[in-house]
């Protein structure tokens, strides 16, 4: 198949080289010259233009920052690409952007679907990304075998806009996971334990989850962890705060009562004024452990 594939960051890159792997002539378009030049060396071919990038595609593919990009990409790609290309949105975005951009798509003539991942920068490079779906069926079924090329786990949620709720939802409640494993190693540390001990017990107890398991905030227990890597992500703590951002503004707009995910929210937001919105978002631990 003929891939375009806009937006080559850190998600967008290795997702690229995965679709490259498969077999797929990938197209690639990015603002940033560097990042443009990594992917042709990953074997894209380099498009000069967006609309360039678009021409004549079985597929575009996007991983964009927020909804104001998406909607302005998808305007240039409408009418370029064609009516049969399937289009798939990877970022994370808010809902009624991505609702916004599938309507756009229909009236267009187009089949669109939202697709955002779970897996991080490691999951994007290593083609192990979970993607959570919201489009037509018919759309979903055009997506899925290129999705599938780059994750493990490609996951129909429902309509337009489902899969940015699945995410936003999953990352809220991953936000108060790692909060709460962090607390629970600092009242371990304080009271004696040490940290490969109680993630001993824990690991196998009721207290078990994935931010511990698969994703331990302190050095040791999961030498893949980014704690065993000065904290570098991984998922920096400025994407879990932007995810964090959506989550509160989805429940104001719909009435529910978060109050976990808005004191997470307070916390990441706390973390990032810090200077730390770099670092992975498991350097949660340091702060809990300085008490500030």
Known sequence: MKIA???????????AANLV???HEVRAYDLSETALSQAMADGAIGAASLSEACEGVDAVVTMLPAGQHVLSVYGEVFGVAPKSAILIDCSTIDVESARQVAGQAEAAGYQMIDAPVSGGMA??????????????KTAFSGAEPILAK????VIHA??????????????MLLAITMIGTCEAFALAEKLGLKDQVFFDIASKASGQNWSMTSYCPVPGPVPASPANNDYQPGFAAALMLKDLSLA?????????DTPLGAKAHALYEALCSQGHA???????????????
Do not use: P, V, W
């Open 278 to 292: 770099a670092q992975d978002f498991s350097y949660m631990m340091e702060r809990i452990r300085r008490g500030a």
């Open 123 to 136: 999951g994007a490079k290593a083609g192990t990304l979970t993607f959570m779906c919201g489009g037509t």
């Open 21 to 23: 792997r498969a077999g």
């Open 5 to 15: 594939f806009i937006g080559l960051g850190h998600m967008g890159s290795g997702m």
């Open 248 to 256: 509160m503004q989805a429940a104001a707009q719909s009435d529910a």
């Open 158 to 171: 429902g309509e337009a806009g489902a899969g940015q709720a699945a995410k936003i939802c999953n990352n």
């Open 150 to 153: 780059m994750g493990k786990a």
